[in-house]
């Protein structure tokens, strides 16, 4: 089976825009200047590429290759420099406690996977360090705006809250933010946002 994602970026367009999330936009003020932040599912790199540009030491990861040579290309359009690494999120092994911050912006996995990636999520970062995330809730097929059309590839809250349990949360929003992300993200959706402190 070949990698979807690989295709999909395998155009000159950015197919989810150059623009960070926004989301990850307003809460980057929550990242000391010269921070190591981890990048997960990170796709063409829009998010990468805006947190180099304010100072911090980025590292990209995703399964696509056409993904992180586009997250190349745009790091050197604006001058910022970015590590990418092709990764398996559900089965290849993340450094330990190496980040100061993780994000994730629609990760898109199954459910039986979602646990695992978000528990790889928490590991990469620091004793204190902070993980911001954002996905589209199951609730999400009904909008028609984007990301996945079945609910086994989207997140229950309940699942979510669940494995916030023992860690400090600073943000949990569930419900409607408009997105316009490019072609494929347009629109207002239902997602689930969340900060934590390890």
């Not at 559900?90 to 629609?106: G, K, N, Q, R, W």
């Not at 979602?114 to 620091?126: I, R, Y």
């Not at 229950?156 to 949360?169: M, R, T, Y």
Request: hydrophobic share 40%; glycine share 10%.
């Amino acid at each position: 089976m070949g990698n979807p994602w690989h295709e999909r970026f395998g155009t000159d367009q950015y197919v989810y825009g150059e623009e960070p999330n926004l989301f990850i936009k307003n809460q980057a003020i929550r990242l000391e200047k010269g921070k190591k932040v981890v990048c997960f599912a990170e796709g063409e790199g829009r998010n990468a590429v805006y947190l180099a540009r304010q100072g911090h030491e980025v590292t990209a990861y995703d399964y696509a290759l056409n993904g992180l040579k586009k997250t190349e290309a745009l790091a050197e359009r604006y001058g910022v420099d970015i590590r990418t690494k092709q990764k398996d999120l559900i089965h290849d092994p993340v450094p330990v406690a190496e980040f100061d911050a993780a994000i994730m912006v629609f990760g898109h996995f199954a459910k039986q996977d979602q646990k695992t990636v978000f528990d790889k999520l928490v590991s990469a970062v620091k004793p204190g360090g902070i993980v911001m995330m954002e996905v589209y809730s199951e609730n999400q097929v009904r909008y028609g705006t984007g990301g996945p059309k079945t609910v086994d590839m989207l997140y229950d809250p309940a699942d979510l809250l669940q494995w916030l349990k023992g860690f400090k949360i600073i943000h949990f929003f569930y419900g409607e933010q408009e997105r316009i992300e490019g072609q494929l993200h347009t629109g207002v959706g239902h997602v689930i946002q969340v900060i934590l402190k390890k």
